[in-house]
Structure formats: structure tokens, C-alpha cells
């Protein structure tokens, strides 16, 4: 059969019925699972490649029913259909015309097998996720794509994914048992290797005329398909009917085989039964730094003896494009391993083989001595730029983006050095940029130039480099162009280049029988359109790199699991050019502005001040007048004070009731969602203020400041009766410290949150002017520490940056101040019962880079048991106003909160945020104590003194 055939299926969508697609989806599957509207198209028609297409409706599926529907429909009408998990794959094959299948919300483990390492999971769980739970076991799912803190299992099936650890592992195809597979007739195939005499196999050769077609295929080509197998350690180009020749062989029907990889062309996946290993008991991870290129080829062989889980390489290029400085890595290395060694039983075998390792590396010319750590975190460390690396390339240059186009090509093991100094060459000769890293134990590198794509010379380049480089790899090398990654649409056109015509031809012959009209993802894998169809110049002058990386922090995506309710959708919605507040309203309030996005991207973009940027567009009318109010200090004081007063009258379950009903109208002003809830745990208001309880501190008028030290108490610790500004001002005195209480406004967050920027910046210069004469700035609140460390950008260009600039390094959070003094003040001694206590990192202390200090203080408190809870990273949805504006969507946040500290055991929850504070007390609901970090600190410090 000709390849033509399945090139010219004809794919129709005419544009009267492009309209009828959300809404006849909507009439089966219900309103909430499918969406056509703008942010919602304008989102998903990105995944991390270089492509763009716009989709024509978004079905979010939460049922096997909702998949074969919304199949079934696609079908009989021709539209094609793309199933996507994370969109996290670098080949476009997650975007697509029609219809985009998201499965993120079938997300769970639905059996697990301690005995037998199994577990059956559906395909929208995130792998960190995955191996989370499965870490309470001691399990772990092997492959491990460096996208593992965001990539979903539906994906990683589907793109044959591997990682560092295939070494040890293996790709996904080596590590699944079955499949639920949803065939293009709506059907569902229990996907498995299955004995030809199983009678189970012979049933479902009757069924499924797709399986008798593969069955000959397989059995008629299978000296033809072992010719062609590639002779490399790993490859997910094409389909994967060598793995069926191998299961022919053993008298087994093995469909896993043809399903993993197939890049959602011939099928869809509601759930896979994995196979698990056991979790190692140590690991250590070390960097050898190279000084000469041609050793690490060498190195490689005599290391691999020594049976590492991961090997992994960076090239010179790479490291000087992501920093030597920032990385520690020697000036002269030519290039850096990273070796990971795990042991199964204890850490003592894992020192000798540390030495083993240490005598290999030392025959060749290195720069220093291995780096070695054995300690997780510093393990992370040494991981972190390694994992971050082609989404940190964004930093390189404001034009030439990093370019996936021969991505993920693969050698025999022994000539990388080979393959990297025949690259060097050809890169140099074209003055391109290019970064060469990757999994070079499996001969497996990552090669990714740098480009300026809408420069008529780079673009030549690209495609020149397309065209040679996978030839070079195909002739020279005898490799493949594709060992993890996936075809996609960059490499489609070149499968049939790879495996020549009559097994590709048997490739189409596959895809026909599987999917006759051709829906199922087309242009992806088989196709013959160019790789530079549908490349989104425009997105590639941006400064995203599309990674995810966001999205996997962003509580909105966590509770919603919808790229339009997501960082990284949020960045491609507010970033486009058909971008209008009304269009996008619904999304750009949504955001919480917890900067968690801008804390781990490593492109440095920060999706939250571009939300912000588009708020001041449209500043919110009703909290502009509630703002202004609150500017006028003394009338706001002693409104705050009335109702503090009558407080235990209002605050009342009925009275709450009655406020949140009478004061709905009003709230609806701020946002449709906005109320003040009855089962909000408001904080007691003080009737007489900090500044009131202290008036010793607060400095007269027009006079030098008495003290070096300035505590910038914010809103919150003066207004609320929670002990946090009596706390800091008890522990500064306690380190010798008697501060000044200058007078200051609103550091700015929450009125910057509702678009008033100009007002903030009013009430920042009062907080400039005031701060001026002091050595030291003393904050409590997570916030206000951000904000007046942000002062510089929120100035940026204006007179007041200089100021600003000299105000953000003097800002010092309490637990930092406490790290850094020379005073040790006494604490109690040591206590036989202790307190569990856990740590709750707010995302704008995470932000301001504060996020040890506060831990090795609770650590370090007598009476404590510090435990580390899951996600404690991770934003608990107070965001300043946020559980006001929206209380709905903030205690679907706050839910994974509770479930870790319920896990952690812990009695108390100790943080830095009065708004977290607020937030983990409604969330918790008692389940445990919340508490300021500069409140145990206090106890701790007055125990000592009775
Ligand atoms: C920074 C970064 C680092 C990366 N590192 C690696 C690496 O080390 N190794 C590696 O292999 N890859 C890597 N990748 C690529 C990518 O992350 C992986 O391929 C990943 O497994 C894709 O998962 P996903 O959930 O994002 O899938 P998506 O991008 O959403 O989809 C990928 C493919 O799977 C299909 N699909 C999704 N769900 C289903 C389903 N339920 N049924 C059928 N088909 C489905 C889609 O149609 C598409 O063809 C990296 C990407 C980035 C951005
Ligand atoms: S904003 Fe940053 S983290 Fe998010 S997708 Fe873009 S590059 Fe990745
Ligand atoms: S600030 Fe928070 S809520 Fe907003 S996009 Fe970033 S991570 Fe998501």
C-alpha cells in the first residue's frame, strides 16, 4: 500500500461546523467538560515544541464514557482528535486543528500491588506525583524524564518516554504490563502481551479487525522488520513493531508494545498497569569535571562498569550557556559528567564504590576532584541545572531562542565524544550557538542551537542542520534520530528517511488499519509535511520556553488541571496579540499572585507581573475605594478599632451568615466570586493597635531614627490581636535590638493585586522616605518582605529606583535577622515531651529567596520535633485577598494542605504569612495549631526565663 493513502485522508472541518463542535460535545458530555472560548483555545494551542495550532474546542474528560463519546464524535465527522496530558512534549504532538482531548483530570492511582510491583494508574497523574505516593511504599516508577516535576503518565506512554535512569530502568515500554486503550471505533482493547493460544487472544482477534490485520503484518514482515531494527540502545522512532516481532517470537500478541509510543495515533489510554521497582535505599550523585573531551569517551565504558543508574553529560558549549559561575563548574572544564550510583541495601557499599569511581576519573586530566553528595538535597542541587537546562537557555539571548528540531538523536554509547566534537564542527562552521547535553550512558544526546528563527539566515541554517545532522547520525553513525522525545511533527518527515520506504511503508499500513479516517492525531508521526509546517515564529521572540515547569507549581492549574486556568496558558493568553481584558477576564482574575510561577522558572519570566501588568489596564473599581480608604491611616485605624470592639457581637455563626448575605451585592463589586464566607476563621482585630501597645518605639516626627533597626510591621500585625508583631518585637529585643516603628503604609501587594498600581507606588514612597536612615528593615510578614524587595521593579525606570534599590538590601525577614545575629539569646532547655512541628512555606518568602532559615530555627527550638510535610512549597490559596475574592477555588487549594499536614502528623503549623495564617486556620479547622515562626521563637526564649 502506498503511503499516499493515509497522507491524503481527508480531514474536514467546514467552518459552519467548527461552531456546532463545543456545542454538540457539550449536548453529551455535559457545559464543564468542554470549552471553546478564547483564553481557552488561545492555551492550549501551545505544548513545549516550536509549533502552533489553534484548536477548534478542549474536552477535559473525567470517564472512559467521556473519552469514547468525544472519540466517537471526532471519528464519524472527521475531525481530528488530539489526546494531550501535560502538553510538556518538545515535538507539537500534544496541539492539533480539532478537538484536544486534556485527560489531566483522571489523575489517580487506582490499585496498587506491594508484593508483585504493580500499580494500575490513569493517565493524567503528574510522575512526581505518581512516585510520591508511591514512595510510601518504597516503590518508584523507573523512566524519569527531566519533565518528571510536570510531565503526566498519559504522556510519557504515549511518547515512549525515558530519562536519566533509563540506564538502570529502561524507557516506558520496558516497564508497562497493560493498557486500556479506546480504538478509534469507540472500543475499548485491554491491551496486553497475550500467549497466541490464550483464548482471551483468539477473542479478541475475532472482535478487533485492526489486531488480525497487525497479527499478519507482524507475522508476514517479521524478517524485514529485524533487518531494520535499529542497533542502538534506545529509539522511539516509528512504531515499535520490533517489540512485536520479539513478542512473536516468544509465541506472545505483546500490544503494549505497539501502543507505548504511538504518540496517540492509533489510540487513547484511560489507564496502564506499570511495573514498579523498589525505591534504593542511598544514592550518591558527583559531578567530574573534563578537562579534555576526547577522555570522556574514554571514562564512559570504565564507568559503566560500575553499573550506574544515570550518566549524563554537558558539554563545554552548555555549560558556559547555562553559567560555569552560577554552577560551580571549573572555567577550563572541556566537559561535565554527572554519575548517579544507587545502593540497594545501605550507604556503606555506595563509598566504596564512590572511591572506585573517584580512581576511574583520576586516570584522566580533570579540573578537580569529583564533587560528591550523598545528602538529598544536595544531590537536588547538583540535578537542578541538569533538569532545568533547555528551559534555562531562554536566558541566553532576547532573539535566539533555543530550537528543538534534531533534538534527540542517538549513537552507540562509545563514539558520543565522536558525535560531539563532529557537532562542535558543523555548529561552528554555521556561527550558531548550541548547547549538546544528554543521557550519554545510552549514547543518547540532546542537541539543541540556538536560533533567531524569523531571521531568514538562521532559518536556512535550521533547515541545512535538519537535513545533515540526522543524516550524519543515520549514515555515519548508524543511529537514530529519535531516542526518547518522540516523532511528532519535527520528525515525521523524516521517519520514512530513517527505516526506508518499505517499513515505513508498513508503518502507514498500521496506522490505516488502526485509524481509517485518519482523526487520531494526524500530522503527527506519519505524515510527509515538512517539519517547518506550523512553526509560531511569533511565540519563538518571546521569552517562555512553553516548559510547564510553572504550571506544576500554579495551585489554579492544581485544583482545575486546565491550561487555561494555568501559568504557563496564562503567559500565552496575556502575551497574545489578540489579548482584550474583556475576552480574558474570567482568567486574568483568577490568578493569585503568588509568584510561585516566577520562583521556579528557570527562562526567568514571571507569568504573575505580566497578570498584574494587564490588571492596571482595568483597576477594580470597589477596591479602589476600599484602598484609598485604607491609605487615610488614622480613619481606617479607627474603623478597624470600632469594629474590634463589637467584634465578639459580628463574629458569630448566625451574625457571619447574615454579613456574608447582606454584604454580597457589595463584594460582587471586587468579583463574582467574592463573599465574605461564614466559615472564614477571621482574626481577632486588636482594639488597641501595635503602634498603640508600643508607643516608646515609634520615633518622633522629623528626628534621626534611634535605633539601626526599623520593623516594618505591615497591616496585619497592627491591625490583627494574633501575638505576631508583640512576637518579632519580643525576639529583636531578646537579640538585643530595640527597633523603631517608623510610620509606614501598605507595602503594596494586595492593592497592586486589584490593578491599582498608581496607589501603591503612593504609599511605597512613604514607605521609602521613612525607611531611609536604616541599617536594617525587619519584616514579618511574607508579603511585605517581597513587596519592599520588589520596590525596584515597581520603580523600575523611575527617580525612586536608586532609592528602592537600597531599600531592598537592607530588607531582612525576622528569621533571617535571627540566623544572622551574633546574639544567642538562651532557650529552654531541652524538653523529654516534644511538639511536632512543621514548616508552611509561604510563596512570597519563597520568592524573597527565604526559605532555610526559617526551617533551621524551628529546628533547632527546644520542645520541637521538626518534621518536613509534603508540599509544604507548595501555596496554601490565602494569597493576601484572594480567599475573600475567590473562597470557592481557595479551599480547593488549601485541601492538598490539609491532606500533608494530616500526613506529617504534625501539631502545629509554623509559617510567615498573616494571610497563610488565615487560611491554614479555615483549612486545617483545628486539625492542628498555626503559629508565626517569631511566636515559637518568643516561647521558646521566655521559657528560658522562668
Ligand atoms: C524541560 C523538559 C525536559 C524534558 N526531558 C525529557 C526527558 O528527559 N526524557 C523524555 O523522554 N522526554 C523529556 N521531555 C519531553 C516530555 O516531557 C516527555 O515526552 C513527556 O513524557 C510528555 O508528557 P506530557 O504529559 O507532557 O505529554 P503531552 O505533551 O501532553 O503528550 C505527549 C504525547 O502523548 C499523547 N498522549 C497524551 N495522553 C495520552 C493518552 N491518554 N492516550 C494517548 N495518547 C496520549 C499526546 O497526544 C502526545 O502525542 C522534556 C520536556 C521538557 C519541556
Ligand atoms: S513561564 Fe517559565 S516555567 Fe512557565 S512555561 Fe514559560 S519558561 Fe516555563
Ligand atoms: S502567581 Fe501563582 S496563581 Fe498566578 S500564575 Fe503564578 S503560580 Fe499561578
Not at 556 to 560: E, G, H, N, P, S
Not at 880 to 884: E, I
Given at each position: 500500500?502506498s503511503?499516499q493513502?493515509?497522507?491524503?485522508?481527508?480531514?474536514l472541518?467546514?467552518p459552519?461546523r467548527?461552531h456546532?463542535?463545543?456545542?454538540?460535545?457539550?449536548?453529551?458530555?455535559?457545559?464543564?467538560?468542554?470549552?471553546d472560548?478564547?483564553?481557552t483555545?488561545?492555551?492550549?494551542a501551545?505544548?513545549?515544541?516550536i509549533?502552533?495550532m489553534?484548536?477548534?474546542?478542549?474536552?477535559l474528560v473525567e470517564s472512559?464514557?467521556?473519552?469514547?463519546?468525544?472519540v466517537?464524535?471526532?471519528?464519524e465527522?472527521g475531525?481530528?482528535l488530539?489526546?494531550?496530558a501535560?502538553?510538556?512534549?518538545?515535538?507539537?504532538?500534544a496541539i492539533?486543528?480539532?478537538?484536544?482531548?486534556?485527560?489531566?483530570?483522571?489523575n489517580?492511582?487506582?490499585e496498587?500491588?506491594?508484593?508483585?510491583?504493580?500499580?494500575?494508574?490513569?493517565?493524567g497523574?503528574?510522575?512526581?506525583?505518581?512516585?510520591?505516593?508511591?514512595?510510601r511504599d518504597?516503590?518508584?516508577?523507573?523512566?524519569?524524564?527531566?519533565?518528571?516535576d510536570?510531565c503526566?503518565?498519559?504522556?510519557?506512554l504515549?511518547?515512549?518516554s525515558?530519562g536519566?535512569?533509563?540506564?538502570r530502568?529502561?524507557?516506558?515500554k520496558?516497564?508497562?504490563?497493560?493498557?486500556?486503550?479506546?480504538?478509534?471505533s469507540?472500543?475499548w482493547?485491554?491491551?496486553r502481551?497475550?500467549?497466541?493460544?490464550?483464548?482471551?487472544?483468539a477473542?479478541?482477534l475475532?472482535?478487533?479487525?485492526?489486531?488480525?490485520d497487525l497479527q499478519?503484518l507482524?507475522?508476514?514482515n517479521?524478517?524485514l522488520?529485524?533487518?531494520?531494527?535499529?542497533?542502538?540502545?534506545k529509539?522511539?522512532c516509528?512504531?515499535?513493531?520490533?517489540?512485536?516481532v520479539?513478542?512473536?517470537?516468544?509465541?506472545?500478541?505483546?500490544?503494549p508494545?505497539l501502543f507505548?509510543?504511538?504518540?496517540?495515533?492509533?489510540?487513547?489510554?484511560s489507564?496502564a498497569?506499570i511495573?514498579?521497582?523498589?525505591?534504593?535505599q542511598?544514592?550518591l550523585?558527583?559531578?567530574?569535571?573534563?578537562h579534555?573531551?576526547?577522555?570522556?569517551?574514554?571514562?564512559?565504558?570504565?564507568?559503566?562498569?560500575?553499573?550506574?543508574?544515570?550518566l549524563e553529560?554537558m558539554d563545554?558549549?552548555?555549560?558556559n550557556?547555562?553559567?560555569r559561575a552560577k554552577h560551580?563548574i571549573?572555567?577550563?572544564?572541556?566537559?561535565?559528567?554527572l554519575?548517579?550510583?544507587?545502593?540497594?541495601?545501605?550507604?556503606t557499599?555506595?563509598?566504596?564504590?564512590a572511591e572506585?569511581?573517584?580512581?576511574?576519573s583520576?586516570?584522566?586530566?580533570?579540573?578537580?576532584?569529583?564533587v560528591?553528595a550523598?545528602?538529598?538535597e544536595?544531590?537536588?542541587?547538583?540535578?537542578?541545572?541538569?533538569?532545568a537546562?533547555?528551559p534555562?537557555l531562554?536566558r541566553f539571548?532576547?532573539?535566539?531562542?533555543?530550537?528543538n528540531?534534531?533534538?534527540?538523536?542517538?549513537?552507540?554509547?562509545?563514539?558520543i565524544?565522536?558525535?560531539?566534537?563532529?557537532l562542535?564542527?558543523?555548529f561552528?562552521?554555521?556561527?550558531?550557538?548550541?548547547?549538546i547535553f544528554?543521557?550519554?550512558?545510552n549514547g543518547?544526546?540532546h542537541i539543541?542551537?540556538?536560533?533567531?528563527?524569523?531571521d531568514q539566515?538562521?532559518?536556512?541554517?535550521m533547515?541545512?542542520?535538519?537535513?545533515?545532522?540526522h543524516?550524519?547520525?543515520l549514515?555515519?553513525?548508524?543511529?537514530s534520530?529519535?531516542?526518547?522525545?518522540?516523532?511528532g511533527r519535527?520528525r515525521?518527515?523524516y521517519?520514512?528517511t530513517?527505516?526506508?520506504q518499505?517499513?515505513?511503508n508498513?508503518?502507514?499500513?498500521?496506522k490505516?488499519?488502526?485509524?481509517p479516517?485518519g482523526?487520531?492525531?494526524?500530522?503527527?508521526?506519519?505524515?510527509?509535511?515538512?517539519f517547518?509546517?506550523?512553526i509560531?515564529y511569533?511565540?519563538?521572540?518571546?521569552p517562555?520556553?512553553?516548559?510547564?515547569?510553572?504550571?506544576?507549581?500554579?495551585p489554579?492549574?492544581?485544583?482545575?488541571q486546565?491550561?487555561?486556568?494555568?501559568?504557563?496558558?496564562w503567559?500565552?493568553?496575556?502575551?497574545?496579540?489578540?489579548y482584550?481584558?474583556?475576552?480574558?477576564?474570567?482568567?486574568?482574575?483568577?490568578?493569585?499572585n503568588?509568584?510561585?510561577?516566577?520562583?521556579?522558572?528557570?527562562?526567568?519570566?514571571?507569568?504573575?507581573?505580566?497578570?498584574?501588568?494587564?490588571?492596571?489596564e482595568?483597576?477594580n473599581?470597589?477596591a479602589?475605594a476600599i484602598?484609598?480608604?485604607?491609605?487615610?491611616?488614622a480613619?481606617?485605624?479607627?474603623?478597624?478599632?470600632?469594629l474590634?470592639?463589637?467584634q465578639?457581637l459580628?463574629?458569630?455563626?448566625?451574625m457571619?451568615r447574615?454579613?456574608?448575605?447582606?454584604t454580597?451585592?457589595f463584594?460582587?463589586?471586587?468579583?463574582?466570586?467574592?463573599r465574605?464566607?461564614?466559615?472564614?476563621?477571621?482574626p481577632?482585630?486588636?482594639?488597641r493597635?501595635?503602634?498603640?501597645?508600643?508607643?516608646?518605639?515609634?520615633?518622633?516626627?522629623k528626628?534621626e531614627p534611634?535605633?539601626?533597626?526599623a520593623?516594618?510591621h505591615g497591616?496585619?500585625?497592627?491591625?490583627?490581636?494574633d501575638?505576631?508583631?508583640?512576637a518579632?518585637?519580643?525576639?529583636l529585643r531578646?537579640?538585643g535590638?530595640e527597633?523603631?516603628?517608623?510610620?509606614?503604609r501598605c507595602?503594596?501587594?494586595?492593592?497592586e493585586?486589584?490593578?491599582?498600581?498608581?496607589l501603591?507606588?503612593e504609599?511605597?514612597?512613604?514607605?521609602?522616605?521613612s525607611?531611609a536612615?536604616?541599617?536594617?528593615?525587619?519584616?514579618?510578614?511574607?508579603?511585605?518582605t517581597?513587596?519592599?524587595?520588589?520596590?525596584?521593579?515597581?520603580?523600575a525606570g523611575?527617580p525612586?529606583?536608586?532609592?528602592?534599590?537600597?531599600l531592598?538590601?537592607?530588607v531582612?525577614?525576622?528569621?533571617e535577622?535571627?540566623?544572622?545575629?551574633?546574639?544567642k539569646?538562651?532557650m529552654?532547655?531541652?524538653q523529654?515531651?516534644k511538639c511536632?512541628?512543621a514548616?508552611h512555606s509561604?510563596?512570597?518568602?519563597?520568592?524573597a529567596?527565604v526559605?532555610?532559615?526559617?526551617?533551621?530555627?524551628l529546628?533547632?527550638?527546644?520542645?520541637?520535633?521538626?518534621v518536613?510535610?509534603?508540599?509544604?512549597?507548595?501555596c496554601?490559596g490565602?494569597a493576601?485577598?484572594?480567599?475573600?475574592k475567590?473562597f470557592?477555588?481557595?479551599q480547593?487549594?488549601?485541601e492538598?494542605?490539609?491532606?500533608?499536614v494530616?500526613?506529617s502528623?504534625?501539631?502545629v503549623?509554623a509559617?510567615?504569612?498573616?494571610?497563610?495564617?488565615?487560611?491554614l486556620?479555615t483549612g486545617?479547622?483545628g486539625?492542628?495549631?498555626?503559629?508565626?515562626?517569631?511566636?515559637l521563637?518568643?516561647?521558646?526564649?521566655?521559657?528560658?526565663?522562668?
Open positions: 500500500m503511503d493513502s493515509i497522507m491524503a485522508a481527508p480531514i472541518i467546514l459552519e467548527s456546532a463542535i463545543a456545542s454538540d460535545l457539550r449536548a453529551t458530555l455535559g457545559v464543564d467538560k468542554v470549552k472560548d478564547y483564553s483555545l488561545t492555551a492550549y501551545v505544548d513545549a515544541s509549533y502552533r489553534m484548536p477548534k474546542a478542549v474536552v472512559e464514557e467521556d473519552i469514547a463519546a468525544t466517537r464524535y471526532a471519528v465527522r475531525i481530528p488530539t489526546p494531550r501535560a502538553g510538556t512534549n518538545l515535538t507539537g504532538s492539533g486543528a480539532g478537538i484536544i482531548l486534556d485527560v489531566s483530570r483522571l489517580r492511582v487506582l496498587l500491588n506491594r508484593e508483585e510491583r504493580w500499580a494500575r494508574v490513569q493517565p497523574i503528574v510522575l512526581a506525583e505518581l512516585n510520591k505516593q508511591l514512595a518504597g516503590l518508584l516508577f523507573g523512566p524519569d524524564p527531566s519533565s518528571g510536570m503526566k503518565l498519559g504522556g510519557m504515549a511518547n515512549n525515558s536519566p535512569h533509563t540506564l530502568y529502561g524507557s516506558v520496558d516497564n508497562v504490563e497493560a493498557l486500556r486503550v479506546c480504538l478509534q469507540g472500543d482493547l485491554d491491551a502481551a497475550y500467549g497466541f493460544d490464550d483464548p482471551v487472544c477473542d479478541l475475532k472482535t478487533h479487525r485492526p489486531l488480525r499478519s507482524i507475522q508476514e517479521a524478517p522488520i529485524e533487518q531494520k531494527r535499529p542497533a542502538v540502545s529509539n522511539s516509528g512504531y515499535n513493531l520490533f517489540g512485536l520479539d513478542g512473536l517470537a516468544r509465541g506472545r500478541f505483546d500490544l508494545k507505548v509510543g504511538s504518540e496517540g495515533t492509533l489510540g487513547l489510554f489507564e498497569t511495573k514498579l521497582v523498589e525505591k534504593p542511598a544514592t550523585t558527583a559531578l567530574i569535571h573534563f579534555r573531551l576526547e577522555d570522556v569517551g574514554d571514562a564512559v565504558p570504565k564507568l559503566l562498569e560500575l553499573r550506574p543508574s544515570a553529560v563545554a558549549n552548555t555549560l550557556l547555562i553559567g560551580g571549573p572555567a577550563d572544564a572541556a566537559a561535565t559528567l554519575i548517579e550510583l544507587d545502593a540497594e541495601v545501605s550507604q557499599d555506595l563509598r566504596a564504590q572506585r569511581m573517584t580512581e576511574i583520576r586516570r584522566y586530566r580533570l579540573t578537580s576532584d569529583p560528591i550523598f545528602d538529598p544536595q544531590r537536588d542541587q547538583l540535578w537542578k541545572a541538569r533538569k537546562l533547555y534555562t531562554y539571548d532576547s532573539r535566539k531562542k533555543p530550537i528540531f534534531v533534538d534527540d538523536v542517538v549513537v552507540p554509547a562509545d563514539r565524544s565522536e558525535l560531539i566534537r563532529y562542535g564542527e558543523f561552528a562552521g554555521q556561527r550558531v550557538p548550541v548547547a544528554g543521557h550519554i550512558g543518547n544526546a539543541i542551537p540556538l536560533l533567531d528563527v524569523n539566515g538562521d532559518f536556512k541554517k533547515v541545512q542542520g535538519y537535513h545533515e545532522i543524516q550524519t547520525v549514515g555515519r553513525f548508524g543511529g534520530i529519535c531516542g526518547e522525545h518522540g516523532d519535527v515525521a518527515e521517519v520514512k530513517m527505516f526506508g518499505d517499513l515505513y508498513l508503518f502507514v499500513r498500521v490505516q488499519s488502526f485509524d479516517s482523526a487520531l492525531n494526524p500530522g503527527i508521526k506519519i505524515s510527509d509535511r515538512p517547518t509546517d506550523h509560531d511569533e511565540r519563538l521572540s518571546k517562555c520556553a512553553t516548559c510547564a515547569k510553572c504550571n506544576a507549581v500554579c489554579v492549574y492544581d485544583v482545575f486546565s491550561e487555561d486556568m494555568s501559568s504557563r496558558g503567559f500565552e493568553i496575556v502575551t497574545d496579540k489578540n482584550s481584558y474583556l475576552n480574558s477576564k474570567r482568567v486574568v482574575e483568577a490568578c493569585l503568588c509568584k510561585s510561577c516566577r520562583t521556579a522558572c528557570p527562562a526567568g519570566v514571571d507569568v504573575s507581573q505580566l497578570i498584574l501588568d494587564r490588571r492596571v482595568h483597576p473599581p470597589t479602589g484602598f484609598y480608604y485604607h491609605a487615610q491611616t480613619r481606617f485605624g479607627r474603623f478597624l478599632k470600632f474590634a470592639r463589637y465578639s459580628w463574629d458569630r455563626p448566625l457571619r447574615l454579613i456574608d448575605h447582606l454580597k451585592p463584594m460582587r463589586g471586587l468579583a463574582e466570586t467574592a465574605l464566607s461564614p466559615q472564614l476563621v477571621l481577632r482585630l486588636a482594639q493597635h501595635l503602634r498603640d501597645r508600643y508607643p516608646e518605639l515609634i520615633p518622633q516626627a528626628r534611634r535605633s539601626p533597626v520593623y516594618f497591616c496585619a500585625a497592627n491591625y490583627f490581636h501575638g505576631v508583631g508583640d518579632v518585637i519580643a525576639v531578646k537579640h535590638v527597633p523603631d516603628l517608623p510610620p509606614q507595602s503594596g501587594t494586595p492593592i493585586t486589584y490593578g491599582h498600581r498608581a501603591a507606588k504609599g511605597a514612597r512613604v514607605n521609602l522616605a525607611m536612615g536604616y541599617k536594617k528593615v525587619v519584616t514579618g510578614c511574607a508579603s511585605c517581597l513587596m519592599l524587595k520588589d520596590y525596584p521593579t515597581l520603580f523611575e525612586e529606583q536608586a532609592a528602592a534599590q537600597a531592598a538590601k537592607r531582612t525577614h525576622i528569621s535577622f535571627v540566623a544572622q545575629s551574633s546574639v539569646p538562651t529552654a532547655s531541652q523529654s515531651t511536632k512541628v514548616y509561604s510563596c512570597h518568602l519563597r520568592a529567596g526559605t532555610k532559615e526559617p526551617r533551621a530555627i529546628a533547632g527550638l527546644p520542645g520541637v520535633e521538626y518536613e510535610m509534603p508540599d509544604a512549597d507548595r496554601a490565602g493576601g485577598t484572594y480567599l475573600v475567590d470557592e477555588t481557595s480547593r487549594i488549601v492538598r494542605k490539609r491532606r500533608a494530616e500526613q502528623g504534625a501539631e503549623v509559617t510567615s504569612c498573616p494571610a497563610c495564617m488565615i487560611q486556620r486545617l479547622q486539625a492542628a495549631e498555626v503559629k508565626h515562626v517569631a511566636q521563637l518568643q516561647e521558646a526564649y521566655e521559657a528560658a526565663d522562668r
